[in-house]
């Protein structure tokens, strides 16, 4: 089965620019999910979806960033303007449900 | 808040050696806990997962991890590593009352020296 397609894979932008990042999930999975990954951290939950609606937004920094699932498949995260603490590999991964989540590749993400 | 604790940040050991990572949680209910791992340019992948029943639960690749609720720890461990299991491992806690947000601790990178 095909796994969580992301991208790009890498990105480099001055600060201040917008940034968007392409997520589909695994074919049937509900639920999709996008997490930062600072250098050195674990994954940090950013937004959550179940089909096309927001289950879990409460970490996203909603002044800059924001994401959609508009057909309930494939989601964006866009990032509006960058900072330099934005710099960090941006996962998304999906389930069928309550059970195991599968990891995309995720973006690299450099923010100068 | 959940938050998860990983008491190694870097592990370096020879090929055939025992390993144990350590991982405690703070949540006090129900929650199913998760090692996933991360390859050397792979992404994320489980490793292994405990939902319920018998405490020692068995993974991929002869690793094992044992739930201790009194400690609220969750260790992985495996007898005899091989310098293939060098990569980054992460503990991760869903709470069952917080839908299927994962919280998952910073990780210990692993170097399995051949």
């Known amino acids: 089965e095909a796994g969580v397609a992301q991208s790009p894979r890498y990105k480099i932008i001055e600060k201040r620019q917008s940034v968007a990042f392409w997520c589909n999930p695994i074919?049937?999975?509900?639920?999709l999910y996008w997490y930062q990954q600072i250098l050195g951290q674990g994954p940090k939950l950013l937004i959550q979806?179940?089909?096309?609606?927001?289950?879990?937004d409460s970490q996203l920094p909603k002044d800059r960033f924001s994401a959609e699932r508009l057909k309930g498949v494939d989601s964006t995260l866009k990032i509006q303007p960058a900072k330099l603490e934005d710099s960090a590999v941006y996962l998304c991964?999906?389930?069928?449900?309550?059970?195991?989540?599968?990891f995309g590749p995720g973006t690299r993400l450099t923010v100068l | 808040a959940q938050s998860v604790s990983q008491h190694n940040h870097h592990v370096i050991l020879s090929e055939a050696a025992s390993l144990e990572l350590g991982c405690n949680y703070s949540?006090?209910?129900?929650?199913?806990l998760f090692w996933y791992v991360q390859y050397p340019g792979q992404h994320l992948q489980l490793l292994l997962k405990?939902?319920?029943?018998?405490?020692l639960v068995k993974g991929i690749k002869g690793f094992e991890a044992e739930f201790i609720k009194s400690k609220f720890s969750f260790n992985l461990r495996k007898p005899s590593v091989q310098w293939s299991d060098t990569a980054e491992y992460f503990c991760?806690?869903?709470?069952?009352?917080?839908?299927?947000?994962?919280?998952f601790g910073g990780g210990t990178r692993v170097l399995v020296k051949p």
């Open positions: 949540y006090g209910g129900t929650v199913n």
């Open positions: 991964a999906s389930s069928l449900g309550s059970d195991e989540q599968f």
């Open positions: 405990y939902f319920s029943g018998d405490p």
């Open positions: 074919s049937g999975h509900a639920t």
């Open positions: 991760a806690v869903r709470e069952e009352a917080a839908g299927n947000k994962l919280t």
């Open positions: 979806f179940q089909n096309n609606g927001v289950v879990d």
